[in-house]
């Protein structure tokens, strides 16, 4: 029976909404000669003191060092995990893949909670910003609480549609029981991303089922994907940008490190979502060169893109917001919490505590990044 999969619709979101998001920035803007020298001035743009680091012509040697440094970043850290079979301590079903995949969610939950929700609240309560409404109301966690609520309809909504048009309504049914249950703790018996909810609870037998699991390996996949790839837009955008050589230096080996370990935790899903060669291929492929894109055309759009703009202050802060929600949800709800509540993690008091120490290890490292990133 065909699996219900959702990677090109993903996908095509993700990539409408990162052209959107440039054509909006590259609208130009008609404002006074005076009137934008006021605004570069209020807003810091001019500011004396960022004189010594701005320099184009190291700026555009290193975005293209930067360009080059992340794409294979990327590409190690997402292919890795792919390529973990053949090494048999590796394997998705091994203790080592188990706390490798800890430490990279460690990654992704500290990438939303200490970059990206951060950096939503410092453009959204920019100065350039009118008070009403943008001081006045929370509007990062705002969207962030509904981002989280939306990536909880999208995974429930899935669910239910393969449930009602792929199994024939057969959930919840009678004959669910105790063969059920148990069959809902050995569908979650190993480390995985999305191995179905086993937070102690009982599931319908649809949910017991394979196939079932297998959709919901891919649902959490896909959607991480597609958050990590709004969040890489706006980053690559923002440095392709600037000719602060001082923030691109900071921001190298931040990303660096960034990509490497986030693209572990993503290659990890996809690892254990069974896709086909062709859409690993795509996936790993959006990935790695989202990043650098966001990058070149930044460097392309530098001189009709104002990081200090109402309008891209606005845009950037709302996604960043979205983007901050969905890898919060997704790091907290489908991948710690499913690893530490499963049976593998429980029956293993040592296995457990190695995979907090080494979800610690990665959120802390990652939340170091901050100071620089």
Same mark, same amino acid.
């Given at each position: 029976?065909?699996?219900? #999969?959702?990677?090109?619709?993903?996908l095509n979101a993700?990539?409408?909404?990162?052209? %959107?998001?440039l054509l @909006?920035?590259a609208?130009?803007?008609?404002?006074? !000669?005076?009137?934008e020298?006021? +605004?570069?001035?209020?807003?810091?743009?001019?500011?004396? &003191?960022?004189?010594?680091?701005?320099? =184009?012509?190291?700026? /555009?040697?290193? +975005?293209?060092?930067?360009?080059?440094s992340?794409l294979?970043? $990327?590409?190690?850290?997402?292919?890795?995990p792919?390529?973990?079979?053949?090494?048999p301590?590796?394997?998705?079903?091994?203790?080592?893949?188990?706390?490798?995949?800890?430490?990279?969610?460690?990654?992704?939950? !500290?990438?939303?909670y200490?970059? @990206?929700?951060?950096?939503?609240? #410092?453009?959204?309560? $920019?100065?350039?910003?009118?008070?009403?409404?943008?001081?006045?109301?929370?509007?990062?966690?705002?969207?962030?609480?509904? &981002?989280?609520?939306?990536?909880?309809?999208?995974?429930?909504?899935?669910?239910?549609? *393969?449930? +009602? *048009?792929? /199994?024939?309504? $057969?959930?919840?049914?009678?004959?669910?029981?105790n063969?059920?249950?148990?069959?809902?703790?050995?569908?979650?018996? =190993?480390?995985?991303?999305g191995?179905?909810?086993?937070?102690?609870?009982?599931?319908?037998?649809?949910?017991?089922?394979?196939?079932?699991?297998?959709?919901?390996?891919?649902v959490?996949?896909? @959607?991480? #994907? /597609?958050?990590? %790839?709004?969040?890489?837009?706006?980053?690559?955008? $923002?440095?392709?940008?600037?000719?602060?050589?001082?923030?691109?230096?900071?921001?190298l080996?931040?990303?660096?490190?960034?990509?490497?370990?986030?693209?572990?935790?993503?290659?990890?899903?996809?690892?254990?979502? #069974?896709?086909?060669?062709?859409?690993?291929?795509? /996936?790993?492929?959006?990935?790695?060169?989202?990043?650098?894109?966001?990058?070149?055309?930044g460097? =392309?759009?530098?001189?009709? *893109?104002?990081?200090?703009?109402?309008?891209?202050?606005i845009?950037?802060?709302?996604?960043?917001?979205?983007?901050?929600?969905?890898?919060n949800?997704?790091?907290?709800?489908?991948l710690?919490?499913?690893?530490f509540?499963?049976? +593998?993690?429980?029956?293993?008091?040592?296995?457990?505590?190695?995979?907090?120490?080494?979800?610690?290890?990665?959120?802390?490292?990652?939340?170091?990044m901050?100071?620089w990133a």
């Amino acid at each position: 029976m065909a699996v219900l #999969e959702p990677t090109a619709h993903c996908l095509n979101a993700a990539l409408a909404m990162a052209l %959107l998001l440039l054509l @909006v920035l590259a609208r130009p803007e008609a404002v006074s !000669a005076n009137e934008e020298n006021q +605004k570069q001035l209020h807003c810091g743009e001019d500011n004396p &003191s960022l004189g010594r680091c701005r320099n =184009g012509p190291q700026a /555009m040697k290193l +975005k293209v060092i930067a360009i080059v440094s992340i794409l294979v970043a $990327s590409m190690i850290g997402v292919c890795l995990p792919m390529f973990s079979h053949s090494v048999p301590s590796l394997k998705p079903d091994s203790n080592a893949f188990a706390i490798v995949k800890t430490f990279a969610s460690g990654v992704i939950l !500290a990438t939303g909670y200490m970059h @990206v929700l951060p950096d939503s609240f #410092e453009y959204l309560h $920019s100065d350039c910003l009118p008070v009403h409404p943008w001081r006045k109301f929370p509007f990062t966690t705002f969207v962030a609480m509904l &981002s989280a609520v939306a990536t909880q309809m999208v995974d429930s909504f899935s669910m239910s549609f *393969y449930r +009602k *048009y792929k /199994m024939g309504g $057969s959930a919840g049914g009678a004959s669910s029981g105790n063969a059920s249950k148990d069959g809902a703790v050995a569908a979650a018996g =190993g480390s995985g991303c999305g191995n179905g909810h086993s937070h102690g609870w009982s599931f319908g037998e649809a949910d017991t089922d394979d196939k079932s699991q297998l959709l919901r390996l891919r649902v959490v996949a896909q @959607v991480l #994907e /597609m958050g990590i %790839l709004v969040h890489s837009v706006v980053i690559g955008l $923002s440095l392709g940008a600037t000719d602060n050589v001082c923030t691109i230096r900071s921001l190298l080996a931040a990303l660096c490190f960034h990509q490497l370990f986030e693209g572990m935790g993503l290659g990890g899903c996809i690892l254990q979502g #069974e896709f086909g060669a062709k859409v690993k291929m795509v /996936m790993a492929f959006f990935f790695s060169v989202t990043t650098p894109l966001g990058i070149a055309l930044g460097m =392309g759009l530098s001189h009709v *893109y104002s990081q200090s703009s109402p309008t891209a202050l606005i845009v950037v802060g709302l996604l960043n917001a979205c983007s901050a929600g969905l890898l919060n949800y997704m790091a907290l709800v489908d991948l710690i919490a499913l690893d530490f509540m499963g049976p +593998k993690m429980q029956g293993n008091m040592k296995l457990q505590a190695f995979g907090y120490a080494a979800l610690l290890l990665g959120a802390g490292g990652m939340s170091l990044m901050a100071v620089w990133a």
